[in-house]
């Protein structure tokens, strides 16, 4: 996934400077995260949406992480990866558990994706691009 992310980040961006902060959760690794970004312009926090028993450690950490001091104004986009699996949970779905509709005085966009198939991150990171060029 990194090298197709990377290249779409070429392609996207060109030459120009973007500060994005991409957050994979892996529950088996998720003690800390520390953020130490200054003058952070967006996050992407990938989830996957066919995990239903830890959607909530999901919530839990995205919460924390936007509370961060560092993340304040970034723009929030959210991969809801594994779509093309068929109890992958819907996007509106997702969006309820993961307690985006609370979100005020933030920007935020649920792009469904399918890592390895590239599905929906092109989509995805030209709504930040777009967002991210009207700062």
């Known amino acids: 996934m990194g090298l197709t992310i990377s290249s779409l980040f070429s392609r996207l961006f060109g030459k120009k400077q973007m500060r994005i902060l991409m957050v994979f959760v892996c529950f088996v690794f998720v003690q800390l995260i520390t953020v130490v970004v200054l003058e952070l312009g967006g996050l992407i926090f990938v989830v996957d949406s066919n995990d239903r ?36 949970m819907a996007i509106s779905e997702m969006t309820d558990k993961l307690g985006l509709q609370s979100l005020r005085n933030r920007t935020w966009y649920v ?21 991210l060029s009207k700062r």
């Open 111 to 131: 792009q469904a994706t399918c890592a390895t198939q590239g599905t929906g991150l092109y989509e995805g990171l030209d709504w930040l691009s777009n967002e």
């Open 53 to 88: 028993e830890r959607i909530e450690e999901a919530a839990d950490e995205l919460q924390k992480m936007l509370q961060e001091d560092e993340l304040r104004d970034a723009v929030l986009l959210l991969f809801a990866n594994k779509q093309d699996l068929p109890n992958a």
